[in-house]
């Protein structure tokens, strides 16, 4: 839209005080073709230029904003404030060095922030969450057809502060805005104050204040319900449709291509990483009206699926068996050495490049924002026979950024995963499996948000576990036959499916029929702690900044023991969950405080954990049972269904398929031990026969 400077005659205020009054001509520079907006250009050179005019602005605007008078018995307060901040910041460096100390903070909450820098540790944190939440959405707009940012641009937001700009007093100041995002002076970086990411008059309104229809009659187990899309689906009042689901199909198979014309020792070392199996089992095809579906049943609050006889998640165990990848070893955090060298430098040496501008030309260039595009890195780096640790790095860095941490990127891969890969020999110590489960719970998240469109994560393990826990979801093409400790995920044939609007409201329709006798509760044995200890864990997973909450108490069943109520979890953080995906944020005090829990538990089995010696074991027949005060609590904290009309009147139990093999022996075995108890004389040949049989049936149970 078109820009015109603002006026500087125009007076806002009473007489201002003499140090604010002489004003000096200035140099201008002005974009007239990214300004989106008047009143985020703040443009000019000086120290006492920049000072009159954001002081002035910055005043107007947090009394607009606020709902406040442009009296006189504020002026000279507000402007003592914003003039200290100056002062302060400016005494601490010369006019011909930018500004680098500490924030200093305003009386309105407005902070002076580093702005954004692509080879500093900031870059890794807004590359890693803040630029997945902005940048990226822009790129599921584009590929789902919506687009929330002009959505959201149609609500009435605050009146943004203007940023205030310290520079060298010779140098031209150009500030402007694009899709809701300042962009800095291409010259050299700078300093900025305003606002935070938040609204905070907004925030009451997605946190539950008084019981909400279909429930939860007490918001203190998932307080951010009245943001999720549940809502907008149970009043409805909205109905956002499918997802768009993130999917990196064509990558997946270069890199198998890459992979097969390796030379054998190559393939052999990749083999060592407990990874190069990846790209092999990716999903050829995301079902997303079935994704989409179980995604309005997630509660970001807990991390679980809220079905209508209680919770389920996807655990470490599953991510295990399903993936094929370790889940014991090192956190992927930001703890590893993020300082010894740039995300640059590491990409230059990757791809053999000299010149850093290289890397930046062109309207697609090949680094963006600390991502680097996959195409650049496999046609740089296949068959790179005079260097096999970067072929390897280089095929190890697009496979687990396409396989496990697939985002909004599109067409590239986060730069930050080179960090660690920076040492191959130490890339089978990590904990790839509660990464990537990390990852996979905040994009569930994020997607539960009524204003999200899209969701990303690793979207196969997703709907593998679907088909594993869910018979009557599972595709209707035959099973693959797979080894014993081959990945489970190699065991389904992804087949394209309908991803319209009727099917997706079936699927709805199912899971609010949904009966606990319906779902395989253990697929993968009866005793999955046994062959992964690890998910009997309590407490944060990490990605990197990324931390989500982990608690196997809330979903009991699915180790083999009875479901009682779960005891409350200490959250080290704060959390925000607005409808606004962009807005999402979860935070945690101390990011070592997780690497500390992961080693306590390593260290010691019972320290951090669930123990599982205080449970009760499921009877044989009967893997759903929970205490009696459960479902009771259950449905006064939870939103079980999302139609109104199955909430009235709650599903029966419905007879499962002959697919279900757990129900069908479970019924027979529950008869066979009523028939044994009855009969009374254990030397009977048929009491005889039915107990070899049950005896039997355990031990090939067990044994899996």
């Not at 962009?183 to 935070?196: A, F, K, V, Y």
């Not at 905070?200 to 307080?223: A, F, H, N, Y």
């Not at 094929?324 to 992927?332: A, K």
């Amino acid at each position: 839209m078109a820009s015109k400077r603002r006026p500087t005659s125009t007076p806002l205020s009473p007489p201002q005080p003499p140090a604010l009054k002489r004003l000096t001509k200035t140099n201008v520079e002005f974009d007239e073709d990214n300004v989106d907006d008047v009143n985020d250009v703040v443009v000019g050179s000086g120290v006492r230029h920049t000072r009159s005019r954001c002081v002035n602005a910055s005043v107007r605007r947090e009394r607009e904003r606020d709902g406040l008078p442009l009296g006189e018995e504020y002026i000279e307060e507000d402007l003592e404030d914003f003039t200290t901040a100056l002062d302060n910041a400016l005494q601490s460096t010369s006019p011909q060095a930018q500004l680098n100390s500490s924030p200093p903070q305003s009386s309105h909450g407005s902070k002076v922030c580093h702005d954004y820098d692509v080879d500093s540790k900031g870059d890794e944190d807004e590359g890693s969450e803040g630029d997945e939440n902005e940048g990226s959405e822009g790129n599921e707009d584009e590929g789902s057809g919506g687009n929330e940012d002009e959505g959201s641009k149609g609500d009435e937001e605050p009146v943004i502060p203007p940023r205030v700009v310290v520079r060298d007093s010779n140098a031209p100041i150009t500030i402007h805005r694009r899709k809701g995002k300042f962009i800095r002076n291409p010259e050299g970086s700078m300093s900025t104050t305003g606002r935070c990411r938040r609204d905070k008059g907004t925030r009451d309104t997605w946190l539950v204040t008084s019981p909400m229809g279909g429930g939860p009659l007490d918001g203190s187990v998932i307080p951010s319900y009245p943001a999720h899309v549940a809502r907008s689906l149970w009043e409805a009042t909205f109905d956002r449709g499918k997802l768009h689901c993130q999917s990196k199909v064509v990558v997946c198979k270069r890199l198998m291509k890459w992979y097969r014309g390796m030379k054998e020792d190559l393939r052999d070392k990749l083999g060592e990483s407990s990874l190069s199996h990846l790209p092999f089992m990716m999903a050829s095809h995301i079902d997303a009206p079935l994704i989409s579906a179980f995604v309005e049943r997630w509660q970001p609050d807990t991390n679980t699926f809220h079905l209508p006889f209680g919770e389920m998640t996807i655990m470490l165990h599953d991510v295990q068996a399903i993936l094929g990848i370790p889940v014991e070893g090192s956190v992927v955090s930001c703890t590893y050495d993020d300082t010894s060298r740039s995300l640059m430098s590491l990409i230059l040496d990757l791809l053999q490049v000299s010149d850093e501008a290289t890397l930046k030309v062109g309207k697609a260039p090949i680094w963006q924002r600390g991502c680097v595009k996959t195409s650049t890195i496999i046609g740089n780096l296949e068959g790179l026979a005079r260097d096999p640790e970067c072929e390897m790095t280089g095929w190890l860095l697009t496979a687990i950024g396409c396989c496990l941490f697939t985002d909004k990127s599109r067409s590239r891969v986060r730069s930050q995963i080179s960090r660690n890969l920076d040492h191959l020999d130490r890339v089978p110590s990590y904990s790839w499996g509660s990464a990537c489960l990390a990852f996979l719970y905040r994009q569930l998240g994020m997607a539960t948000r009524s204003e999200s469109r899209g969701i990303g994560g690793c979207l196969t393990l997703l709907q593998a576990w679907i088909y594993e826990h869910f018979p009557c979801f599972r595709p209707r093409s035959v099973r693959k036959d797979i080894g014993h400790s081959d990945p489970r995920a190699l065991r389904w044939v992804y087949a394209p499916e309908s991803k319209d609007q009727t099917r997706l409201a079936s699927f709805r329709a199912r899971l609010d029929k949904l009966t606990p006798e319906q779902v395989l509760w253990t697929p993968f044995g009866a005793n999955p702690a046994a062959p992964c200890p690890r998910t009997t864990y309590i407490g944060p997973i990490c990605y990197r900044d990324i931390g989500e909450m982990y608690n196997p108490d809330q979903v009991t069943r699915q180790l083999g023991y009875v479901q009682r109520v779960p005891q409350e979890v200490i959250f080290f953080g704060k959390a925000y969950r607005p409808p606004n995906s962009r807005k999402y944020e979860v935070e945690f005090h101390d990011l070592t405080h997780i690497d500390k829990l992961w080693k306590r538990f390593a260290a010691d089995g019972y320290a951090a954990s669930l123990i599982l010696a205080s449970l009760t074991p499921v009877p044989d027949g009967v893997p759903y049972l929970c205490e009696d005060d459960y479902d009771t609590w259950f449905m006064g904290h939870s939103h079980p269904y999302i139609c109104p009309a199955f909430a009235a009147f709650p599903p029966t139990v419905v007879v499962p398929d002959r697919s279900h093999t757990e129900y069908w022996i479970g019924r027979y075995n529950q008869v066979v031990h009523g028939l044994i108890e009855a009969h009374n004389d254990p030397h009977h040949p048929m009491v005889i026969a039915a107990q070899k049989l049950l005896d039997d049936w355990n031990f090939i149970l067990h044994s899996q």
